[in-house]
């Protein structure tokens, strides 16, 4: 009787209203279909072959960058966490991949970059790479050299260099599900293009780079353009006007914000707004000014979110925290309602925002957050028609289908709710002792990863009819397997 009871009854919020939130998944409207490698991850270039990277905070020279050694990725730790998260897109790019040289095979590996790159991808270090990404079962997202090295005598694109990454990628039998040319080429000085580079120059070398990849790499989706924010040197809309009609998959970038790395250039924000709808919201605003974009210049292509982050710049110091998990998981929710097909998070291992520590190879709070996406939250997204103040809710199909839905509540408000559970479900809590923690626990219990991935942890199930209490600041996932959707099926 409760149960019938809870599925008649509008939703309502218990911050509103002081009774439980109650909910129907039965009837939940299918609104959207998301790739099965929604949510992937960056490795940054820079993490493979070595160079500048963010320096961290503290940093004795007061540094923005800082000389970083190559990412061990054989080691067996980031392995495991690594496959914790796959099957999955890997992307290996970043703004130090327009300028990486690419030694010829069978050519020694050069102590320093020619003239015209930046830093060199060395065989040994590319196995590495080709090894983790057949650990996880994932594919590669690959960029290409595009700087002063990488150009004919005219200023024009050369392929050569893009020619050898693909052979690399071919010797070692590592699939590539996307390429795109370079990275976000409307920053044209630090992304190492001429420094007189033009539209029209991206559009005749976008031109040559599709007909390359259609030649070497047939069937593989071309994305386009991957850039990051509306400005820079080079104008977004002047980019996607001259090469409109060529990608097969648009593709951008969205930070909120720059770090205070990057001060001195505007664009802050603080911890004190990290769970402020305000906050949350910019991600929604900058997809529907592509998706604009991309309905003028490119109708009907599918988008990807390539790279997302905190904050630009390697993110701010509270990156790292719980505080972010909110960020994390309601973008991931409003981009799924939104059909973007790919949300790459950076990164893997490298700056405040990655998912695993470089230093000491623990798992972040996001990194369990990712976790519990990926387990809970299948391919199809729903619509669950609820407007409630202090949450943030999204609802999936199960992945295990058969009419089940997965409800993922954020708790943003400091003050505790209840949640009426309409049918039999499992309950899983992502918690912290507070915002700026930077472990977490999952059921009350920190969670932890072994040799066959991770650990499970206690089980909570609820009765139909029973109500859930909120705790303040929680993300918590409420798998309903017999909630009957027929769009679930």
């Given at each position: 009787?409760?149960?019938?009871?809870?599925?008649?009854?509008?939703?309502?919020?218990?911050?509103?209203?002081?009774?439980?939130?109650?909910?129907?998944?039965?009837?939940?409207?299918r609104?959207?279909?998301?790739?099965?490698?929604?949510?992937?991850?960056?490795?940054?270039?820079?993490?493979?072959?070595?160079?500048?990277?963010?320096?961290?905070?503290?940093?004795?020279?007061?540094?923005?960058?800082?000389?970083?050694?190559?990412?061990?990725?054989?080691?067996?730790?980031?392995?495991?966490?690594?496959?914790?998260?796959?099957?999955?897109?890997?992307?290996?790019?970043?703004?130090?991949?327009?300028?990486?040289?690419?030694?010829?095979?069978?050519?020694?590996?050069?102590?320093?970059?020619?003239?015209?790159?930046?830093?060199?991808?060395?065989?040994?270090?590319?196995?590495?790479?080709?090894?983790?990404?057949?650990?996880?079962?994932?594919?590669?997202?690959?960029?290409?050299?595009?700087?002063?090295?990488?150009?004919?005598?005219?200023g024009?694109?050369?392929?050569?260099?893009?020619?050898?990454?693909?052979?690399?990628?071919?010797?070692?039998q590592?699939?590539?599900?996307?390429?795109?040319?370079?990275?976000?080429?409307?920053?044209?000085?630090?992304?190492?293009?001429?420094?007189?580079?033009?539209?029209?120059?991206?559009a005749?070398?976008?031109t040559?780079?599709?007909?390359?990849?259609?030649?070497?790499?047939?069937?593989?989706?071309?994305?386009?353009?991957?850039?990051?924010?509306?400005?820079?040197?080079?104008?977004?809309?002047?980019?996607?006007?001259?090469?409109?009609?060529?990608?097969d998959?648009?593709?951008?970038?969205?930070?909120?914000?720059l770090?205070?790395?990057?001060s001195?250039?505007?664009?802050?924000?603080?911890?004190?707004?990290?769970?402020?709808?305000?906050?949350?919201?910019?991600?929604?605003?900058?997809?529907?000014?592509?998706?604009?974009?991309?309905?003028r210049?490119?109708?009907?292509?599918?988008?990807?979110?390539?790279?997302?982050?905190?904050?630009?710049?390697?993110?701010?110091?509270?990156?790292?925290?719980?505080?972010?998990?909110?960020?994390?998981?309601?973008?991931?929710?409003?981009?799924?309602?939104?059909?973007?097909?790919?949300?790459?998070?950076?990164?893997?291992?490298?700056?405040?925002?990655?998912?695993?520590?470089?230093?000491?190879?623990?798992?972040?709070?996001?990194?369990?957050?990712?976790?519990?996406?990926?387990?809970?939250?299948?391919?199809?997204?729903?619509?669950?028609?609820?407007?409630?103040?202090?949450?943030?809710?999204?609802?999936?199909?199960?992945?295990?289908?058969?009419?089940?839905?997965?409800?993922?509540?954020?708790?943003?408000?400091?003050?505790?709710?209840?949640?009426?559970?309409?049918?039999?479900?499992?309950?899983?809590?992502?918690?912290?002792?507070?915002?700026?923690?930077?472990?977490?626990?999952?059921n009350?219990?920190?969670?932890?990863?072994?040799?066959?991935?991770?650990?499970?942890?206690?089980?909570?199930?609820?009765?139909?009819?029973?109500?859930?209490?909120?705790?303040?600041?929680?993300?918590?996932?409420?798998?309903m397997?017999?909630?009957?959707?027929?769009?679930?099926?």
């Amino acid at each position: 009787m409760a149960a019938a009871l809870a599925l008649a009854m509008p939703a309502q919020s218990s911050a509103d209203s002081g009774g439980p939130l109650v909910l129907d998944p039965h009837g939940w409207a299918r609104v959207a279909t998301v790739g099965p490698q929604y949510l992937s991850f960056n490795i940054e270039m820079a993490e493979v072959t070595g160079g500048e990277f963010w320096a961290p905070y503290g940093d004795p020279f007061e540094r923005r960058l800082a000389p970083r050694p190559p990412l061990d990725l054989t080691d067996p730790r980031l392995v495991v966490l690594a496959r914790a998260l796959g099957p999955t897109v890997i992307r290996v790019s970043g703004t130090w991949a327009n300028s990486t040289y690419i030694p010829a095979e069978g050519e020694r590996t050069p102590s320093a970059p020619p003239p015209g790159f930046g830093q060199v991808l060395g065989r040994d270090r590319w196995n590495q790479l080709a090894a983790l990404v057949r650990a996880t079962g994932g594919a590669l997202l690959l960029s290409f050299p595009a700087s002063a090295g990488a150009r004919h005598e005219d200023g024009s694109w050369s392929s050569e260099q893009a020619g050898r990454l693909v052979a690399l990628a071919g010797s070692t039998q590592t699939p590539i599900a996307a390429v795109e040319f370079v990275n976000e080429p409307n920053l044209v000085r630090i992304g190492a293009l001429p420094p007189d580079y033009s539209a029209m120059d991206y559009a005749r070398d976008f031109t040559l780079f599709r007909q390359f990849a259609q030649r070497e790499l047939p069937g593989v989706a071309v994305l386009g353009h991957s850039t990051s924010g509306k400005g820079g040197e080079l104008p977004v809309e002047s980019i996607v006007i001259a090469a409109g009609g060529q990608a097969d998959v648009v593709s951008y970038h969205f930070y909120g914000a720059l770090s205070a790395r990057c001060s001195e250039f505007g664009n802050q924000t603080s911890a004190d707004e990290a769970l402020s709808q305000e906050w949350l919201s910019r991600t929604q605003a900058d997809h529907d000014w592509y998706a604009g974009q991309r309905d003028r210049h490119d109708p009907g292509k599918p988008i990807w979110l390539t790279e997302t982050a905190q904050a630009a710049c390697g993110g701010d110091v509270w990156a790292s925290t719980f505080r972010d998990t909110f960020r994390f998981l309601d973008q991931l929710g409003r981009l799924a309602r939104a059909n973007v097909q790919l949300v790459a998070h950076n990164t893997l291992a490298s700056g405040d925002y990655a998912l695993v520590d470089r230093e000491t190879m623990e798992a972040r709070p996001n990194f369990w957050a990712a976790v519990l996406w990926r387990e809970t939250m299948g391919v199809g997204v729903l619509d669950p028609a609820v407007d409630t103040q202090g949450y943030s809710i999204h609802a999936h199909c199960h992945p295990a289908r058969g009419g089940g839905v997965t409800l993922l509540v954020l708790s943003l408000s400091d003050r505790p709710g209840r949640l009426t559970i309409p049918v039999a479900a499992q309950v899983t809590e992502l918690a912290a002792s507070d915002l700026d923690a930077r472990t977490v626990t999952v059921n009350g219990t920190p969670p932890k990863i072994t040799q066959a991935g991770p650990k499970a942890w206690p089980v909570r199930r609820k009765r139909a009819g029973s109500v859930l209490r909120l705790r303040p600041h929680s993300a918590v996932f409420i798998e309903m397997r017999k909630a009957g959707n027929p769009a679930c099926n």
